[in-house]
């Protein structure tokens, strides 16, 4: 494996700072798998990135390269310099032990990427209502622009496919490994990502 | 005018309690107009409307009548139970002074509904960082599922078209008369709005 590459476990968490001007790549290794990223000023965790800024400035729900993700005070957090997937979701906040007795009454409950998250972040001080709409890398889902309908499909993401942010703030970041069936094609399976101080 | 009907005057907003149960009609006077709706539990204002909550629970981005508007604890805390227009917005966050620079750089700038809703919500003890998505009642957003592009289009709402809520919990709530050329198409007006203790 590529030196550096940092591993979460399926159905799992982490956090982590990332200063400002390092790049972030969140890597799917084995294809269809979804990665929810967070974003935190770490000088004062009550700014956090926030889809209603990002979409109203970047006037597209299909966010890519070029895009930059803003918090809720109108700032660029990060910039997405890298992407080869191109299809991620930005309108849904991450699943948690009430979302999967909803949509997988016969499953195993789960406390979802929302409940990985809120443990990852609570050493930084967040607490659970502080997490927002979170940034799913490689979800792909399918607004009907007729109807309004939503359909959460499997990634069209491939082994090894990646996307790149670079931080515009020194920030925290919480990243998960996808634990929602739909999301995933119904296969959990682990994310990497990779830290570098910059591209140089 | 009909008795009981408040007036939100154009480019302004307003907060009060809604209790359990009670009808809350938002209308539009004059057609092709926006009001930014915001709810907070009122026993505990860390619970807060949530966009990516309720359009995940919904499967649409197009709520309408029957729909339910959860929190961020994927509690319900408003039923739509009329809508006589049918589009509304639940994507984009409030206009704010950052905002208006970025879209409107030709305009004297205004703090939007983003700064009516941080001013009537103070006195509830809500900072200007909790201001969430708002669902925003009468908004047209055309989003293309193809591009992902999202265009802000004049709402289709005519003078006397309303949108009616139930709550079903204790409730403060943030209203606005939009203060966004786009959004209105062009033009300020007020919003009206009436509570009920219950439609008996």
């Given at each position: 494996m590529t030196p550096g590459v940092q591993i979460i476990a399926e159905r799992s968490g982490t956090a982590f700072p990332l200063p400002c001007g390092a790049i972030l790549t969140v890597i799917d290794p084995c294809g269809e798998q979804v990665a929810d990223?967070?974003?935190?000023?770490?000088?004062?965790?009550?700014?956090?990135?926030?889809?209603?800024?990002?979409l109203d400035y970047a006037e597209t729900i299909r966010?890519?390269?070029?895009?930059?993700?803003?918090?809720?005070?109108?700032?660029?957090?990060?910039?997405?310099?890298?992407?080869?997937?191109?299809?991620?979701?930005?309108?849904?906040?991450?699943?948690s032990i009430d979302t999967f007795l909803h949509?997988?009454?016969?499953?195993?409950p789960h406390r979802g990427c929302f409940g990985n998250l809120a443990e990852a972040l609570r050493?930084?001080?967040?607490?659970?209502?502080r997490i927002p709409i979170a940034f799913n890398c490689f979800m792909n889902v399918a607004v009907d622009g007729e109807s309004g309908n939503l359909r959460v499909l499997p990634p069209v993401s491939k082994?090894?496919?990646?996307?790149?942010f670079r931080?515009?703030?020194?920030l925290v970041i919480g990243l998960t490994a996808c634990s929602a069936p739909d999301s995933n094609g119904g296969s959990f399976k682990p994310i990497h990502y990779r830290?570098?101080?910059?591209?140089?």
């Open positions: 990223l967070l974003a935190y000023n770490a000088r004062d965790m009550d700014e956090v990135i926030s889809s209603g800024r990002t966010l890519t390269t070029g895009h930059r993700l803003y918090s809720n005070r109108s700032r660029a957090m990060l910039t997405i310099i890298d992407d080869s997937v191109g299809v991620h979701d930005f309108l849904l906040t991450p699943c949509f997988y009454p016969d499953l195993p050493p930084y001080g967040v607490a659970p209502d082994a090894g496919d990646r996307i790149a931080a515009e703030m020194d830290v570098e101080a910059s591209l140089q």
